[in-house]
C-alpha cells in the first residue's frame, strides 16, 4: 500500500494568513505544508499537498488518490456544504478520510452546520486552527501504517 496522504484544500484556502486571520488566523497554505511533510515525514509518510479552487479539480484529485494514497485528509472549504459531486467521488474512496475545518465551523452562522462531507467522513477535525493539519495526520497515523 502507498505510504502518501493526500491533503486537499478546497476553494479561498490559497488566501489563509492574508484575510480574516481573525477567523482563519495568520498561517499560510505554503506554511502549512511546510509543517505537513515534516510531521508527516516523521511518522513516514508521504504527502501530496494540493489545493484548489475548483470543484472537478479536487474530484480529479480524489480519484488520483485511489490509487496513489492510504489516507485522505480534505478540507473542502465552502464545497462542504454543497457538494454532492465531492461527496460521491469521496465514497469510491475506501482508505481513511479526514474531514478538516480550521475553524470551528459549528460555532459559526448556521450555513456552516449542514456538512455533507460528514457523511462519509472516517473522522473529523474541527477548530484546531491550522495545527489541525498535523493533529489530523498523527490521526491518521492511527488509522493506517506506512509500509
Ligand atoms: O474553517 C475552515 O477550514 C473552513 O473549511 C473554511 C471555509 C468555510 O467555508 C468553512 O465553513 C470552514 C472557507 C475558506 C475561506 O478561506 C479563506 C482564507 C483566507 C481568507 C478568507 C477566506
Known sequence: MSKTIFILNGPNLNLLGQREPHIYGSTTLDEIRENCITVAGGLGFDVDFRQSNFEGELIESVHQ???????????????TFTSIALLDA?????????????????????????????????????????DGYGLAIQAMARFVKPR
Open 65 to 79: 488518490a485511489r490509487n496513489a494514497s492510504c489516507g485522505i485528509i480534505i478540507n473542502p472549504a465552502a464545497y
Open 90 to 130: 469521496l465514497k469510491t474512496y475506501d482508505p481513511p478520510k479526514i474531514e478538516l475545518h480550521i475553524s470551528n465551523v459549528h460555532a459559526r452562522e448556521s450555513i456552516y452546520h449542514n456538512s455533507l462531507i460528514s457523511r462519509v467522513a472516517t473522522a473529523i477535525m474541527i477548530g484546531f486552527g491550522a
